[in-house]
């Protein structure tokens, strides 16, 4: 049960201290007016933001807490390079936008390493079974062992954590078209 799960319900809780890095924290706006004051954080994963508010607040001897949480990049993904409703709305109306906005979901993820696997394995991936080292076009390695597998086309149909070395795949994720298929 996650930890604002058991606070709602009355049960105790007890975080553990986590290692997080802030790379920047940025003031973007005080207003003394209203006591509050608007900042920009970059920082890795795991980094929780109303305990950072906490954390700040007991430094200042004041107190504080998390109002407003905006979320504007993630990974290799930045809001200034999302579309709006609107933008949204137009383009499933047919109509042309001003900005490409339609990310390949291979640089959605630019850390995971790359794997194509052979025509011969796709329908088997959609299913579910695991593609063993005969069934690898290439494999491009990145950072650690998660992975995106992709079709000899580069379509993505699943996202995986695979060990190259003692050959085990496991995957988070199995992407299929509409029609069912995978890829």
């Not at 924290?25 to 890795?44: G, K, R």
């Not at 609107?86 to 900005?99: C, M, P, T, V």
């Not at 995971?112 to 696997?117: A, E, T």
């Not at 494999?139 to 000899?152: F, H, K, L, P, Y």
């Amino acid at each position: 049960m996650r930890a604002s799960d058991r606070m709602r319900k009355g049960l105790g809780v007890k975080l553990q201290p986590r290692t997080v890095t802030i790379r920047e924290l940025n003031i973007l706006e005080i207003s003394l007016d209203e006591c509050s004051f608007t900042i920009e954080v970059l920082c890795t994963k795991g980094t929780y933001m109303r305990a950072l508010a906490r954390d700040i607040g007991i430094h200042l001897g004041t107190g504080a807490c998390l109002a407003l949480l905006r979320r504007t990049g993630v990974g290799g993904l930045d809001i200034r390079d999302a579309a709006t409703i609107r933008e949204l709305e137009d383009y499933a109306g047919g109509q042309k936008i001003a900005k490409e906005f339609i990310v390949n979901p291979a640089d959605a993820f630019p850390r995971f390493g790359r794997i194509v696997v052979k025509d011969t394995a796709v329908r088997h991936i959609g299913n579910g079974v695991p593609f063993g080292p005969s069934d690898v076009a290439s494999a491009e390695r990145r950072d650690g062992q998660r992975w995106i597998v992709m079709d000899s086309e580069k379509n993505l149909i699943a996202i995986a954590a695979v060990d190259l070395d003692n050959w085990s795949v496991a995957y988070y994720n199995v992407i299929h078209d509409v029609d069912g298929r995978s890829g």
